[in-house]
């Protein structure tokens, strides 16, 4: 291998280690020829590696390499086999057999949407199970608060060869107090619930998008983000200018981060700037980023840049300028102290200095059930936990009823004889009624008071709008109590006066996927690079455009094309983050579940609840309630601070 890929190799490892050894090198060119793989891409299965490891403190020498290598050999292997040695699946007994795509069935099936919905065969076998006993109490966890780390995550079990235990996998804020669970159920609703995004603005037609409107969208987000620096930084007019027109002074130009790669991959040597027509008549100008010290760019990305272009021909970046960040979320004094007495679930006589319950909230994330059955054990076992644990509000992220999911994707439902209607015919909303519904009632008899949220994906089948922004899905004919609440995706909702920013889309992997990092970055660790993304750019899916469907992760066992992001350029506006950060950030991933930390909002990955063939993990937050100044002024404003008073627990289910 030349010399200058072994300059390069080194160039894009100097962020972990000062000095690669002679051997490390060696494998490091090993792992490039056998996978046929460039520098990026060996870097990114590097990252993904230590994030795998749950450590940020994994160093690169040769037994980290070798096992990399053995990871990626291992992939490979897996990946020729499923291609090579596609087995075709075996037709149930009672069953017809189908002798049609998966690409098709999906369409074919979506009941109630679509008029030729398929007619279920009736079954006489095991039906699922709808209740669950709330009087066994589940084991105590005695694991440590972090794990070593996530490997075990990512076996291939059935649900039912699980370890039965609920094993804390990383603890936030370990010196707050565990997680208390009442004796009884309080008397009343702890949690007031409201909406901060306007839900009806999500009920635009998809499918209808027009250039004219969607280039608009992207060009007013740049200007926006100039107006924003200007602001913050006191600029004069004059400092900014084109980065495309030909200058000897130095400005600054606001733009878009872009490619100019035929495969769409950013990386150093294709990092374009895209213009605005305002500033730049939209044109795209090249970008040498050599003179920065470090930097760490995405397709999509909207940044104010310092620099000149002498040439014409590409502008050379000589500083990037920090992002101005939202203010921290506040509310008045008289506001926190309805609250906390709220907690207290107490008559307003009593004493105000008692200390109330924390606010307990789970979250949970699907896939709900493995690929092996719609038995949906993974949901039934967080819906049993939220109950036994008296929890005041559980939410719920979708998909539900997953459009991947092979049964789904088929119409093999195994449903028994009472439960299909006179017609026969069996839509996704009578299959959310039969296999979620109960679970949620379940929880509503042994906890009447709790609130239960739930947050749609472009993944659910149950869910007639097909791009994100997504409105809810209706809850007609799926006989949901009153007190479950379905709401947008993304959504910002508050808990009392705790502000939850909620979005089912994999935005990290996304980042993971696209990002380009040079040099040392500011941020070493990708779990808190990611979310400062997206608070920086305060959007909950700040990446355009975003990964090609034919690129995108997707489970093992789907023949298709993936779903993708499914974004509506035209409504992006409503995935924006406003007028303040949230409290707290939910944001499901593939990527190895954490809690953390970032620019003062408590950003959460809770995992997914159920893998491929395997369960997964879900999120505990325990929130104490406000200490307040009781001879303060109703009217003062208090920054919540729930990063400081928040216990999060990653577990295992």
Known sequence: MSESIEDEIKLRFLSTESDLEADVLAE??????????????????????????????VKLNIETARNLKKNIL?????????????????????????????????????????????????????????SFDFASSLQSSKTPSKTDDYRGLDGVRSFQQREKTNGVIETLNEHLPKMISPTVPFG????????????????????????????EILDDRIDEYMFLIQDHYKFEDSVFGSAASESIHEIVAVGRIATDALDGKLNTFSLVLETSRRMGAGLRIPLKVE????????PGQIVALKGINTTGENFVVSEVLESPLLPSAASTLATLRQHNLRLKDVPESMDLDSS???????????????????????????????????????????????????????????????????SEIVTMSELFRHFITPYLNQILNTNPHITIILVPSVRDAISKHV??????????????????????????????????????????????????VGKKPKDISPFTRFPKYLIEQRSFFPVFPPIDKENFPKPESWDGISIGAMLDTSYLKLGEIINVKPDVLIIPSTLPPFAKVVENVLVINPGYLSKENAV??????????????????????????????????????
Request: charged fraction near 25%; glycine fraction near 6%; proline fraction near 5%.
């Open 291 to 298: 003179s920065l010290q470090n930097f760490q760019f995405f």
């Open 74 to 130: 291992k992939d490979l292997e897996s990946e020729s086999r499923s291609k090579v040695h596609k087995l075709p699946s075996k037709n149930r007994i009672g069953t017809n057999p189908r002798n049609i795509t998966t690409k098709t069935d999906v369409l074919d099936i979506l009941g109630g949407f679509i008029p030729n919905t398929p007619k279920i065969k009736e079954r006489s076998g095991k039906t699922a199970e709808t």
């Open 467 to 516: 791009s994100w922004p997504q409105e809810p899905f209706s809850r007609k004919d799926l006989g949901l109590p009153k007190s479950v609440k379905i709401v947008g995706n993304p959504m910002v909702i508050s808990l009392n006066e705790i502000s939850f920013g909620i979005s089912s889309q994999d935005v990290l992997t996304e980042l993971r996927t696209s990002e380009v």
């Open 616 to 653: 997964g993990t879900y999120a505990h937050i325990a929130i104490q309630s406000a200490e307040l100044n009781l001879g303060g002024e109703d009217s003062s404003m208090i920054t919540h601070k729930v990063y400081e008073r928040a216990r999060v627990e990653i577990l295992k289910l």
């Open 356 to 422: 109330p319950i924390p606010l307990n909230v789970m979250v949970g994330a699907g896939p709900y059930t493995s690929n092996e059955n719609l038995d949906f054990e993974s949901l039934k076992t967080i819906c049993k936990q939220a109950a036994n644990m008296l929890v005041d509000a559980l939410i719920l992220v979708g998909p539900f009823l997953d459009i991947y999911h092979p049964k789904i994707a088929s119409g093999d439902f195994d449903l028994s004889v009472e439960k299909l209607l006179d």
């Open 188 to 215: 009343k609703p702890r949690v007031k619930l409201t909406a901060n995004s306007e839900i009806k603005k999500l009920s635009y037609k998809t499918m209808a998008m027009k250039c004219s409107e969607a280039s």
């Open 28 to 57: 490091l060119q090993s792992i490039m020829r056998l996978g046929s793989i460039d520098v990026d891409e060996l870097w990114y299965k590097w990252e993904s590696y230590i994030m795998m490891m749950g450590s940020n403190e």
